[in-house]
């Protein structure tokens, strides 16, 4: 148990579904992550926010849309993937950016019929 | 951006046995994580080794940050420690916050 939950932990969905992934962290931290990892690839970066701002956004396409309501909160809405995009979401929060630790989720593992 | 290099790739070891996995990266750093991420998929903290020595009970971890790279130590492995181990840094360069992942170390443990 790392302080950092993920709902729901599987998640099947089709392209035409409007569906949204919740991370919640019970550290105090103040910057929360999103990382994708697909099959044979390393985990990559997402989307960063510190202070509930948007401080990250690595090119991910659109129809990934991010939400921070708080500081424990994050959420990730998902609607029109496609099947390149099943693979394993994983969250993440740090107390602060630039180094410092970071504690990551179960992860969401996300199959796109 | 920052390279980030692990080996060997794939490790089979009977229980028992030690072993001992690199990282190298090529810029400097001022994070080094070790995690060990379980069938389920749940990255599990190992260490956070920007330098030094750290030890915690069969692991230890080494990072030499001037010649770039860790070396994580698994001593009287078990079939629990089987998993993929992955190294990731931060570039130390101004503002970056980004965890660069290697590729893992895939460990599978024998009885």
């Known amino acids: 148990e790392t302080g950092v939950t993920q709902t729901p932990r599987h998640l099947v969905m089709g392209m035409t579904n409007k569906k949204s992934l919740k991370c919640e962290q019970h550290?105090?931290?103040?910057?929360m992550y999103w990382y994708k990892q697909s099959a044979k690839k390393p985990l990559e970066l997402m989307f960063v926010?510190?202070?509930?701002?948007?401080?990250e956004n690595n090119s991910v396409p659109s129809r990934f849309s991010p939400e921070c309501p708080n500081s424990s909160h994050l959420f990730l809405h998902l609607h029109t993937l496609q099947p390149e995009d099943s693979a394993l979401y994983l969250c993440a929060s740090s107390q602060g950016l630039l180094a410092n630790e970071q504690f990551f989720g179960p992860g969401t593992r996300l199959t796109v019929l | 951006g920052i390279q980030v290099e692990q080996s060997p790739p794939d490790l089979i070891l009977q229980e028992g046995a030690n072993s001992t996995l690199r990282c190298n990266f090529s810029?400097?750093?001022?994070?080094l994580q070790w995690f060990h991420q379980n069938p389920w998929g749940q990255l599990i903290n190992l260490f956070y080794?920007?330098?030094g020595t750290k030890q915690n009970g069969r692991l230890s971890a080494t990072t030499v940050a001037t010649e770039r790279y860790s070396l994580l130590y698994i001593s009287s492995s078990q079939t629990t420690d089987s998993g993929v181990y992955f190294c990731?840094?931060?570039?130390?360069?101004?503002?970056?916050?980004?965890?660069?992942f290697g590729k893992g170390t895939k460990l599978s443990v024998i009885p």
């Open positions: 926010y510190s202070l509930e701002e948007r401080v």
């Open positions: 080794i920007p330098s």
């Open positions: 810029d400097s750093v001022n994070n």
């Open positions: 550290l105090g931290h103040n910057a």
């Open positions: 990731a840094v931060v570039d130390s360069g101004a503002g970056s916050y980004q965890l660069t």
